[in-house]
C-alpha cells in the first residue's frame, strides 16, 4: 500500500479522497492555490502544500509545482480526482518518470480514450454498440456530406477531442452542414487546440446511460450496473440516478456484461465509465470517461462499494477483490449537484456562505467542502457540493429527496436548490418520463419559481 498520497484537486472530489485514504490509513498531502488556503480538505490533510496562484493553469494544472509538492513531501501517489489532470496522459507519465504512482488508468488508456474518433473504433472493436457515423475524422464537406446522406439526417457534428458539449453541433439538413462543420470545428480549435471533428447520427430524445466499471489492469474487471444522468442543460449533467428508470434488468444485465467483457480484454485499470445514449431499447456507446466520475455516489449508495477505496488499492498493486456474483443492488439513489449559481440564469454566485445546514436522516449523504463561514472563490467551478439520497425503491427516494431539499440550509449566495425543488415535483420526472433534452424544455416553461 502507499506511503502518503497527494490529492491533486480541491473541493468537494479532494475531501472524498482524502476520506478515502483516512479510511486505509494513508497520510495525505493536500495541494491548494492561494484562494484555497481555508479549505475544508486543506484543514483536514495531514500536510498541505500552495502550488500557486488562483487561476488553475498556475496551480491545479501546474505540473512542475505539483511534482515539486510530491518531492518535498515524499508522497508516492497522486489522486488526481475528476477535472483538472485527471484524464492527462502525459501528466500520469511524468509521475511514474519521477517515481510516483498516478492513481488511475494507464496512461496509454487515458491517451486513447481520450481521442474521441480512436474510442469509438476501439468500442466497435471490443464488441460495444455504436453510434452509425463516419468511421474516422471528417477531412472536408464534401465527406461528410456523403457520410450525412449514408446515415441521415439529422447528424451531430462532434471534436475528436472534445467534451462538455464544446465542439458540438447539430445539421438537421444539408443546409445546416457546413455552417455546422465550421463551427464545431472553430469551437474545438479555441477549446482543445484540435479542430478534428466527426459525424455521428443525432438521436432525437435518447436517454443518457453509463456504466460504471472497476479492472485490475490484469485482465480482471466487472460493471457496477448503470447510472442515469439524461437530466442535463448545455450537456452538463445536473441529476443522476441509478438504476434508470429506463431499463429492466435483462437489459441492465445485458449491456453491463459486454461493457465488462469489454474492459478485461483492454485489460483497463482503475474505475471508469463508459457511457452510452439509449433510445428505443438500443445502447450506442459515445465515449469512456477514465476517471471517478462526479455522480459516482448514487453507484456506492446501491451497491455498498467504495469506489474510490477501491481505486487505491488496485492502483497500488492489489488484484480485483470483488468479483461480478459480489456485486448486489439494492434499492434506489438519486444525486443532484447543488451550484453556488442563480437557479434560473445559472449565473455563478460566488461569495461568502453566511449560514449553512445540510440535511440528514436515514438514507441520506452530502459530499461538500461547504461551510458556515466558506468563501466561495470565483475562480473554479461552482459546485457546492453533492446531494446523494437512497431509498428502498424510487418513490421513498423520491420522498426523501423532497425532504432533504426543502431542510437543505445555505444562505449568502444563490444556489440551485430551488431548481431541484421544482424538478422533483414534476410529474414527468416522477414517473421517470424524461431524456437528454428534457430538463431545458422544462427549464423554458418558466417551471423555476424564486
Same mark, same amino acid.
Given at each position: 500500500?502507499?506511503?502518503?498520497?497527494?490529492?491533486?484537486?480541491?473541493?468537494?472530489?479532494?475531501?472524498?479522497?482524502?476520506?478515502?485514504?483516512? /479510511?486505509?490509513?494513508?497520510?495525505?498531502?493536500?495541494?491548494?492555490?492561494?484562494?484555497?488556503?481555508?479549505?475544508?480538505?486543506?484543514?483536514?490533510? /495531514?500536510?498541505?502544500?500552495?502550488?500557486?496562484?488562483?487561476?488553475?493553469?498556475?496551480?491545479?494544472?501546474?505540473?512542475?509545482?505539483?511534482?515539486?509538492?510530491?518531492?518535498?513531501?515524499?508522497?508516492?501517489?497522486?489522486?488526481?480526482?475528476?477535472?483538472?489532470?485527471?484524464?492527462?496522459?502525459?501528466?500520469?507519465?511524468?509521475?511514474?518518470?519521477?517515481?510516483?504512482?498516478?492513481?488511475?488508468?494507464?496512461? %496509454?488508456?487515458?491517451?486513447?480514450?481520450?481521442?474521441?474518433?480512436?474510442?469509438?473504433?476501439?468500442?466497435?472493436?471490443?464488441?460495444?454498440?455504436?453510434?452509425?457515423?463516419? !468511421?474516422?475524422?471528417?477531412?472536408?464537406?464534401?465527406?461528410?456530406?456523403?457520410?450525412?446522406?449514408?446515415?441521415?439526417?439529422?447528424?451531430?457534428?462532434?471534436?475528436?477531442?472534445?467534451?462538455?458539449?464544446?465542439?458540438?453541433?447539430?445539421?438537421?439538413?444539408?443546409?445546416?452542414?457546413?455552417?455546422?462543420?465550421?463551427?464545431?470545428?472553430?469551437?474545438?480549435?479555441?477549446?482543445?487546440?484540435?479542430?478534428?471533428?466527426?459525424?455521428?447520427?443525432?438521436?432525437?430524445?435518447?436517454?443518457?446511460?453509463?456504466? !460504471?466499471?472497476?479492472? /485490475?489492469?490484469?485482465?480482471?474487471?466487472?460493471?457496477?450496473?448503470?447510472?442515469?444522468?439524461?437530466? !442535463?442543460?448545455?450537456? !452538463?449533467?445536473?441529476?443522476?440516478?441509478?438504476?434508470?428508470?429506463?431499463?429492466?434488468?435483462?437489459?441492465?444485465?445485458?449491456?453491463?456484461?459486454?461493457?465488462?467483457?469489454?474492459?478485461?480484454?483492454?485489460?483497463?485499470?482503475?474505475?471508469?465509465?463508459?457511457?452510452?445514449?439509449?433510445?428505443?431499447?438500443?445502447?450506442?456507446?459515445?465515449?469512456?470517461?477514465?476517471?471517478?466520475?462526479?455522480?459516482?455516489?448514487?453507484?456506492?449508495?446501491?451497491?455498498?462499494?467504495?469506489?474510490?477505496? %477501491?481505486?487505491?488499492?488496485?492502483?497500488?498493486?492489489?488484484?480485483?477483490?470483488?468479483?461480478?456474483?459480489?456485486?448486489?443492488?439494492?434499492?434506489?439513489?438519486?444525486?443532484?449537484?447543488?451550484?453556488?449559481?442563480?437557479?434560473?440564469?445559472?449565473?455563478?454566485?460566488?461569495?461568502?456562505?453566511?449560514?449553512?445546514?445540510?440535511?440528514?436522516?436515514?438514507?441520506?449523504?452530502?459530499?461538500?467542502?461547504?461551510?458556515?463561514?466558506?468563501?466561495?472563490?470565483?475562480?473554479?467551478?461552482?459546485?457546492?457540493?453533492?446531494?446523494?439520497?437512497?431509498?428502498?425503491?424510487?418513490? %421513498?427516494?423520491?420522498?426523501?429527496?423532497?425532504?432533504?431539499?426543502?431542510?437543505?440550509?445555505?444562505?449568502?449566495?444563490?444556489?440551485?436548490?430551488?431548481?431541484?425543488?421544482?424538478?422533483?415535483?414534476?410529474?414527468?420526472?416522477?414517473?421517470?418520463?424524461?431524456?437528454?433534452?428534457?430538463? %431545458?424544455?422544462?427549464?423554458?416553461?418558466?417551471?423555476?419559481?424564486?
Amino acid at each position: 500500500m502507499f506511503e502518503k498520497i497527494l490529492i491533486a484537486n480541491r473541493g468537494e472530489i479532494a475531501l472524498r479522497v482524502l476520506r478515502a485514504c483516512k /479510511d486505509l490509513g494513508i497520510p495525505t498531502v493536500a495541494v491548494h492555490s492561494t484562494a484555497d488556503a481555508d479549505a475544508m480538505h486543506v484543514r483536514l490533510a /495531514d500536510e498541505s502544500v500552495c502550488i500557486g496562484p488562483p487561476p488553475a493553469r498556475n496551480s491545479y494544472l501546474n505540473i512542475p509545482a505539483l511534482i515539486t509538492a510530491c518531492e518535498i513531501t515524499g508522497a508516492d501517489a497522486v489522486h488526481p480526482g475528476y477535472g483538472f489532470l485527471s484524464e492527462n496522459a502525459r501528466f500520469a507519465e511524468i509521475l511514474i518518470e519521477h517515481g510516483v504512482q498516478f492513481i488511475g488508468p494507464k496512461p %496509454e488508456h487515458i491517451r486513447l480514450m481520450g481521442d474521441k474518433i480512436e474510442a469509438k473504433r476501439t468500442a466497435q472493436r471490443l464488441g460495444i454498440p455504436v453510434v452509425p457515423g463516419s !468511421q474516422g475524422g471528417i477531412a472536408s464537406d464534401a465527406e461528410a456530406l456523403s457520410v450525412a446522406r449514408e446515415i441521415g439526417f439529422p447528424v451531430l457534428v462532434k471534436a475528436a477531442a472534445g467534451g462538455g458539449g464544446r465542439g458540438m453541433k447539430v445539421a438537421r439538413s444539408e443546409g445546416d452542414l457546413a455552417v455546422a462543420l465550421a463551427t464545431a470545428r472553430a469551437e474545438a480549435k479555441a477549446a482543445f487546440g484540435d479542430d478534428a471533428v466527426y459525424l455521428e447520427k443525432y438521436l432525437e430524445t435518447p436517454r443518457h446511460i453509463e456504466i !460504471q466499471v472497476l479492472g /485490475d489492469g490484469r485482465g480482471a474487471a466487472i460493471h457496477l450496473g448503470e447510472r442515469d444522468c439524461s437530466l !442535463q442543460r448545455r450537456h !452538463q449533467k445536473v441529476l443522476e440516478e441509478s438504476p434508470s428508470p429506463a431499463l429492466n434488468a435483462d437489459e441492465r444485465d445485458a449491456i453491463g456484461e459486454i461493457v465488462a467483457k469489454a474492459m478485461q480484454k483492454l485489460a483497463y485499470l482503475g474505475v471508469g465509465t463508459v457511457e452510452f445514449l439509449y433510445e428505443d431499447g438500443r445502447f450506442y456507446f459515445i465515449e469512456m470517461n477514465t476517471r471517478i466520475q462526479v455522480e459516482h455516489p448514487v453507484t456506492e449508495m446501491i451497491t455498498d462499494i467504495d469506489l474510490v477505496l %477501491e481505486q487505491i488499492r488496485i492502483a497500488s498493486g492489489d488484484r480485483l477483490a470483488i468479483a461480478q456474483g459480489d456485486v448486489k443492488f439494492h434499492g434506489h439513489a438519486i444525486e443532484c449537484r447543488i451550484n453556488a449559481e442563480n437557479p434560473v440564469s445559472f449565473r455563478p454566485s460566488p461569495g461568502k456562505i453566511v449560514h449553512y445546514h445540510p440535511p440528514g436522516g436515514m438514507g441520506v449523504r452530502i459530499d461538500s467542502a461547504a461551510y458556515q463561514g466558506y468563501a466561495i472563490p470565483p475562480h473554479y467551478d461552482s459546485l457546492l457540493g453533492k446531494l446523494i439520497v437512497h431509498g428502498k425503491t424510487r418513490a %421513498e427516494c423520491l420522498m426523501r429527496l423532497r425532504r432533504s431539499i426543502d431542510e437543505f440550509v445555505v444562505d449568502g449566495v444563490e444556489t440551485t436548490l430551488p431548481l431541484f425543488s421544482a424538478l422533483v415535483r414534476d410529474s414527468d420526472f416522477v414517473d421517470g418520463n424524461y431524456h437528454i433534452h428534457w430538463l %431545458e424544455r422544462f427549464l423554458a416553461k418558466g417551471a423555476v419559481g424564486i
